[in-house]
């Protein structure tokens, strides 16, 4: 990996035990000397780059409630999806402000008193360090609300583990079951071994989801996802079955079918589409056949546009939530 050299920007203190010097925060352990300026294959500094944070009513009902997510939305990804509805944020860096750990703080503490259930990390993997310190720091200063990770899972089994006791829902989008598609649509090698250690290391360090009966909100497990891709790219029968025989059918499951061919997939013709209905369909059957007790599908006639944020509106780029 070829890494650049920017200015030196704020950042974590230099530590000889550092992560991000060499990095090694997420799987591809790219060796780039983020405190130092270099970046590798994310492009960011060793600063807490945050592209969108405020209150988001779009997640699954058990984190909505009535008050919503309060979703920090960071920049980059780990991944680069040919068909990521956030490229804007992940690969075109639309938005993207360098976070102190005071500052994120302050506005959690802030979403937090506008009535937030949850404070939501999206796309975290390539900040794990900077967002420790900043979840230590908030929660110092009075963070109350649960912590839900979001999260391609592309992660460092290090970096999962160094999270441990800041995070209470663990919420991985599990992409592929070949690694050969996910080298294709994602660039990301080695991805589904990477992914599916990652699930098993949550299951671990949270168990099975957990449901308050009275306000019908998690309170601490993991809920994976599952993005249903035309034409079985996304392997879900597989998928599934590693889900439920390996991380058990008491974690939540959201089968998604809001797959819209964004950005880049226009060039695989195999993607440049919608998803049938009786592809959807299919994989809600497969779902419900292997008996997971916490299944959530999606109204395919309602999803796709619904979903797609536009973060070129700073202030709220999800128009319908």
């Keep these: 990996m070829k890494h650049t050299s920017q200015p030196k920007r704020q950042g974590l203190a230099r530590a000889e035990d550092s992560p991000l010097a060499p990095c090694r925060v997420c799987p591809r352990r790219c060796g780039a000397d983020r405190l130092s300026g270099e970046t590798g294959f994310c492009g960011l500094s060793a600063g807490l780059h945050v592209a969108w944070a405020g209150l988001h009513f779009g997640e699954e009902p058990c984190f ?28 075109g860096r639309a938005q993207d402000t360098l976070y102190t750990k005071e500052r994120f703080a302050r506005e959690a503490l802030l979403l937090q008193a506008r009535g937030a259930c949850f404070t939501g990390l999206v796309s975290p993997s390539c900040q794990g360090p900077q967002i420790r310190e900043a979840l230590v720091f908030a929660k110092k200063s009075g963070l109350k609300t649960p912590v839900v990770y979001n999260t391609s899972a592309y992660d460092s089994l290090e970096q999962l583990r160094a999270l441990d006791g800041l995070v209470d829902v663990w919420m991985p989008d599990l992409k592929y079951a070949d690694e050969e598609m996910a080298a294709r649509y994602s ?51 597989e998928t599934l079955c590693f889900l439920a025989l390996e991380a058990g059918t008491g974690i939540g499951l959201s089968l998604m079918s809001q797959y819209t061919p964004l950005h880049k997939a226009g060039e695989y013709p195999e993607i440049a589409r919608r998803l049938l209905p009786e592809e959807y369909a299919e994989a809600v059957g497969m779902a419900r056949s292997l008996g997971f007790k916490h299944l959530l599908v999606q109204d395919l006639e309602e999803s796709p546009d619904n979903a797609v944020p536009d973060f070129t509106d700073t202030k709220q780029p999800f128009k319908r939530f």
């Design 64 to 91: 909505t409630g009535t008050g919503g997510v309060a979703n920090f939305f960071f920049s980059s990804c780990s991944l680069a999806c040919v068909y990521c509805q956030n490229h804007q944020i992940s690969q």
């Design 187 to 237: 660039k990301a090698p080695g991805y589904v071994a990477a992914a599916r250690d990652a699930v098993l290391e949550m299951r671990k360090l949270a168990g099975d989801i957990q449901i308050d009966p009275e306000t019908g909100l998690a309170v601490r497990g993991v809920w994976a996802r599952h993005l249903v891709l035309p034409g079985g790219v996304s392997g879900t029968w």
